[in-house]
Nanobody, 116 residues
Framework: EVQLMESGGGLVQPGGSLTLSCSASGFTLKDAEMKWFRQVPGKDYEWVSTITRSDGITYFADAVKGRFTVSRDTAKNTLYLQMNSLKSEDSAVYYC?????????WGQGTLVTVSS
């Protein structure tokens, strides 16, 4: 069974950094395309980043390009979202996503609050 579990959210000051983790089970992370999304309450999900399977090419939304990076640890089967130079508008619940088995799977989300 495919399962995703995010962690690492919290309160951070503007300009600070935070690293989110997405622990995956039920499939091999490097064999799947993975995405990060975020959602502000009352608004639609916003795509943040994609990392392609195998070759691990990354893509980012314009709003986070140059500030966020994505990586994966194949030994731990875990995906990471490194967030730098955080802004108040980055505050949201962050989710990892995959359709590794042809079905959509989301984690439970982790809350990031950027505030002084």
């Amino acid at each position: 069974e495919v399962q995703l579990m995010e962690s690492g959210g919290g309160l951070v000051q503007p300009g600070g950094s935070l690293t989110l983790s997405c622990s995956a089970s039920g499939f091999t992370l490097k064999d799947a395309e993975m995405k990060w999304f975020r959602q502000v309450p009352g608004k639609d999900y916003e795509w943040v980043s994609t990392i392609t399977r195998s070759d691990g090419i990354t893509y980012f939304a314009d709003a986070v390009k140059g500030r966020f990076t994505v990586s994966r640890d194949t030994a731990k089967n875990t995906l990471y979202l490194q967030m730098n130079s955080l802004k108040s508008e980055d505050s949201a619940v962050y989710y990892c996503f995959t359709d590794a088995d042809g079905r959509r799977h989301w984690g439970q989300g982790t809350l990031v609050t950027v505030s002084s």
